[in-house]
Antibody, heavy 117, light 108 residues
Framework: QVQLLESGPGLVRPSQTLSLTCTVS??????????WGWIRQPAGKGLEWIGR???????IYNPSLTSRVTISVDTSKNQFSLNLNSVTAADTAVYYC?????????WGQGTLVTVSS | EIVLTQSPDTLSLSPGEGATLSCRAG???????LAWYQQKPGQAPRLLIY???YRAGGIPERFSGSGSGTDFTLTISRLEPEDFAVYYC?????????FGQGTKVEIK
């Protein structure tokens, strides 16, 4: 059974960098069969796909965020990470990691990140 | 990017009734790569349907998906109490993946 768990600070100051990690269990993050992604959801609103990292290590991002976002993998820890820089209050949301093979079959529980001074 | 518009925004129904949810894309979704998710308060979305009509593992048969091109439908044949939730469609035929705004299925 694939499980994902997000971790990271719940509060980030404006203009700083939001950094989250997703720990994967039940699947190898290096498997050619899987890709891994991040999605976010502001309170009371819909879902926004942020981007994903392929098994090869290549990445693809939402054009609305591409100038500020980086997704990377730590194969030694079976983890992948999200960095979003120059954050503002508009980046306040629940952030989810997921196995992203297009359809998102496995999700983490989500972690709330608030951007505030 | 492909804009997805769901209708209606809210559906008020009673347990045992059927539900029909619509998702319309601004342009054709490549290869029918359209998924449906169910989300309950405080929970992550759960994948119900992928590639327009294939049920994900463990999803009851009362959930079915159909459609192609720009018009897709999620049908719940008989609503169970646990089905009252928000439903999202998502296309993954072209990047960036995009989601509809959601349809809330509420108890009448």
């Amino acid at each position: 059974q694939v499980q994902l768990l997000e971790s990271g600070p719940g509060l980030v100051r404006p203009s700083q960098t939001l950094s989250l990690t997703c720990t994967v269990s039940g699947a190898s993050i290096t498997s050619d069969d899987y890709h891994w992604g991040w999605i976010r959801q502001p309170a009371g609103k819909g879902l926004e796909w942020i981007g994903r990292i392929y098994a090869s290590g290549s990445t693809i991002y939402n054009p609305s965020l591409t100038s500020r976002v980086t997704i990377s993998v730590d194969t030694s820890k079976n983890q992948f990470s999200l960095n979003l820089n120059s954050v503002t209050a508009a980046d306040t949301a629940v952030y989810y990691c997921a196995r992203d093979n297009g359809a998102l079959a496995y999700w983490g529980q989500g972690t709330l990140v608030t951007v505030s001074s | 990017e492909i804009v997805l518009t769901q209708s209606p925004d809210t559906l008020s129904l009673s347990p045992g009734e059927g539900a029909t949810l619509s998702c319309r894309a601004g342009q054709s979704v490549s290869s029918g790569y359209l998924a449906w998710y169910q989300q309950k308060p405080g929970q992550a979305p759960r994948l119900l349907i992928y590639t327009a009509s294939y049920r994900a593992g463990g999803i009851p048969e009362r959930f079915s998906g159909s459609g192609s091109g720009t018009d897709f439908t999620l049908t719940i044949s008989r609503l169970e109490p646990e089905d009252f939730a928000v439903y999202y469609c998502q296309q993954y035929g072209s990047s960036p993946w995009t989601f509809g705004q959601g349809t809330k299925v509420e108890i009448k």
